[in-house]
C-alpha cells in the first residue's frame, strides 16, 4: 500500500551489516586475485597487501565524520617527522598510484560511492573516503612492499607494473561491485542528500554534468507534478501518492489491470501492432491526480523504450508485457522511483543487457528471445505484491547475461593466439622503428643513408626482435653495426682513422649484406645503396665533408605527421577463422601507444564505421601494449580487432557506445524527461 514518508534519504537495509560483512569479502577475494594474476608474490606478501586492503575497508566503514585535517591524508605530521626518505618516496608514488586510479574509474567508482553512502547512513560520507576505493589498494601495495623488502629502485618498478595492471583491470571489479550491492537491493543515494564537500568533484569525474542531477525518474515524475522549481531542492521521496488513493479507489485500479491483463492488453508480444504504453486515461485515474503523475511518467518511459532503435521488436514485446506488473510495483513500493535497485527496474535492465549484441532484426525464435519471453511469461503469472518474485527472475537474467558473455569468451578464445601474432608483430614495428627514429635523428646522417635504415634496415631490426628479442646479441650487433656504418661516412681527417675504417669496412659491409639477404632485399635496392655508401666513404677517405644532394634531410622520425584517426579495414583469414580488422591507416598506423579508459574488458561495445552496419560485441581481450581491442559475439562467425583510437574517436563522436553500462530504465527516463515541457 501507499506510504507517505517524506524523507530524502534512503533507508539504510535492515541487513546492512550482512551487506557489509559480505561485500568485504567479495572486494578482498577479486582485489588478491587481481594482484596473484599481475605477478607472483609469496603468500605472506599476498597476505598482507589482503589484510591491508581489509583494514583500510574496516576503517572506512566504522569510522564517524572525518574532520578536514584527517581528510588531508594518512600521513600525519608524526609519521612525515619518522619517515625515511625511500618510505615518503613510496608514500608519494603511491599516492599518484591512487590519483591516477582514481581519475580513470570515475564513473565506476561514483556508483559505487553513492551505494555506500546508502549502506552506512552517511550523506557526510567524502568520495574521497570511499571504502573500496584506489586508496585501498594503495595502502595493500604499502604493506606488500613492507613485506618484500626490496631497495627503492625495483620497488618503484613494480608499482608501475602493477598500475598498469590494475588499470587495465579495476574497472571490471567496480561494475561487478555495483552489480553485487543491486543484487543486494541497495540503491544509490539520490545525489542532492550528500553533504561531502568534495562530491560535486567527484561526481564530474563520474560523468555527471552540472549540478548534482536527482534520478531521471524522480524527475519526470516530479515535472509532471509541476512541483519541480528552477533551483530548488525536490522532495524525491514523496511517494507514487502525495495525496493518497481511497482504500476502495486502490482496489479498483488493481482490479482495472487484472482485466487489462486477462484482455491482453498488457502489450503482450502476441498482440498485433506494435506495443503501446498504458497511461492514466487508459487506467481511469483522474487526471490531475498526483497518482496519474506516476503513471503517466511510466507510461512515457514504456513509450521511450518502445522507440528505441537498437531493442530487437522480440525483446521490445517481452518488456510491454510486463508494464502491467511494473504499474503494480510503482502502486505497491512509494521508493520505486528513487530505488535504481528496485527489483521491477533491475527485471526491465537486466532483460535490455540480455539482448545486447543480438542483431535488430534478430527472430523471436533465437533462443535467448525465447528464454527472455518466457521469463516476462512467469512474472506475469506469478507477480501480485511480492516482488521476491520479481528479485528471482532478475537472478535468472543475470544467470543468461552470464552464460551470454562467457559464450563470447570462448568464441574470442580461439582468436587470441592470432591476435597474439598480429600484437608481436605491432611490437615489433614500434621497437624497430623507435630504434631507428634514434639514429636518424641526428643531423649528420646522409639521405642515402637514412633512405637505407628506414626502407630496409628498420624490417631486419624487426626479425630480429621477432626472432631472438631485444636482449639478444644479434639485436645489439643490428645497432652496433648501424653506428659503424654512420661512422664510416663521416670525414677521416686522421690516418689512424682512416685505417681504422679500411680495416674495419669489409665485416661492416658483409653484416650489412647479410641483413639485407635476411629480409630479401632486391638486388637493384642492394647494389644502388652498396653504390652511394662507396662513394659517401670514399669521400670521408678524403677528409670531405657531406655536400650538395648528400646534405642530410629533415629525418623523417622527427616529422611525421600527427596520429590521424583514419580507419582502415582489412581482413585475415586463418582456416575457418575470420578476423576483422579496424587499424589506422597510413602514418598515423603505429605512431604511438594507446590506452582507452572508456573502454575495457568485459564491456559490451556497439560501433559502425563508415555506411557500415553497426556491430556490437564483448571486448574480451585488450593489448596491453597497443590497446587494440578484441570483440567478439556469439552471433558473429568472425572476430574483431579494434585500434583504441577508433574506439575513442567513435565514442566522442556518438557513433559507438557501450552498450552494456547502459541502464534501459534510466536512459529511457532521460530520453522522456527531455521531451516534457518545463513548467512556467
Known sequence: MFSSATNESLPVPDDAWEILRDCRAWFLKQAGQLLREA???????????????????????????????????????????????????????????????????????????????TLLGRPDLSPAENPVGPKAIARGLSALCGVLDEAPAPMLERIGRLEEHFSEFLPALYAGLNDFLVGRKVSAAQPTIVTAPDAATAASAGGSSGTLAIDPAVALQQSLLGQAQAGATVSVNAGVAASLLTQAMFGRLLARLDDLERAGHGGEGGTAGAPQALDSTRLGVPAGAPEAAAIDALAMIFEAIFASPTLPDPIKAALSSLQIPTLRAVMLDQGFFTADAHPARQLLDKMARAAVGLPVDVSSRHPLCAIVQQIATRVRAEFVDDTQVLSRYVGELE???????????????????????????????TRSRQAIDTFCLRSDVPPA?????????????????????EDSTDWQDGKTVVDQLLWSVQPKV????????????????????????????????????????????????RGSAVTGDQAPAAPAGGARPAAGVVPALSELRNGVQRLRIYDLAGASRGAGRYRQAAVHAGDWLSFHMGEEEPVCGR??????????????????????????????????????????????????????????????
Open 39 to 117: 605477478e607472483p608474490v609469496s603468500e605472506a606478501a599476498l597476505n598482507a597487501f589482503v589484510q591491508a586492503v581489509g583494514a583500510y575497508f574496516d576503517e572506512r566503514t566504522t569510522s564517524e565524520r572525518r574532520t578536514s585535517f584527517d581528510q588531508l591524508g594518512d600521513l600525519t605530521a608524526s609519521n612525515i617527522s619518522l619517515v625515511g626518505e625511500s618510505d615518503l618516496e613510496l608514500d608519494i608514488r603511491l599516492g599518484e598510484f591512487a590519483s591516477l586510479l582514481t581519475e580513470s574509474n570515475g564513473k565506476g567508482l561514483w556508483r559505487v560511492y553513492l551505494r555506500f553512502v
Open 399 to 429: 544467470k543468461l547475461i552470464a552464460r551470454r558473455d562467457n559464450a563470447a569468451a570462448q568464441a574470442a578464445a580461439s582468436y587470441r593466439p592470432l591476435v597474439q601474432r598480429l600484437e608481436q608483430g605491432d611490437e615489433a614495428d
Open 449 to 469: 643513408i637514412s633512405r637505407f635504415l628506414r626502407d630496409h634496415w628498420q624490417r631486419v631490426l624487426r626479425q630480429i626482435w621477432l626472432e631472438s628479442g
Open 494 to 541: 686522421d690516418i689512424e682513422e682512416r685505417k681504422r675504417l679500411a680495416r674495419e669496412l669489409p665485416q661492416m659491409l658483409q653484416k650489412i649484406s647479410a641483413g639485407m639477404q635476411r629480409v630479401a632485399v632486391p638486388e637493384a635496392a642492394r647494389a644502388e645503396f652498396l653504390d652511394a655508401c662507396f662513394a659517401l666513404q670514399t669521400a670521408a677517405m
Open 619 to 680: 571486448v574480451c581481450h585488450v593489448a596491453k601494449g597497443s590497446g587494440k581491442l578484441l570483440l567478439a559475439n556469439p552471433d558473429w562467425d568472425f572476430a574483431v580487432l579494434l585500434h583504441p583510437a577508433l574506439a575513442e574517436s567513435q565514442l566522442k563522436e556518438g557513433r559507438a557506445s557501450v552498450s552494456s553500462q547502459v541502464s534501459l530504465f534510466n536512459a529511457a527516463a532521460e530520453q522522456a524527461l527531455r521531451r516534457t515541457p518545463k513548467p512556467a
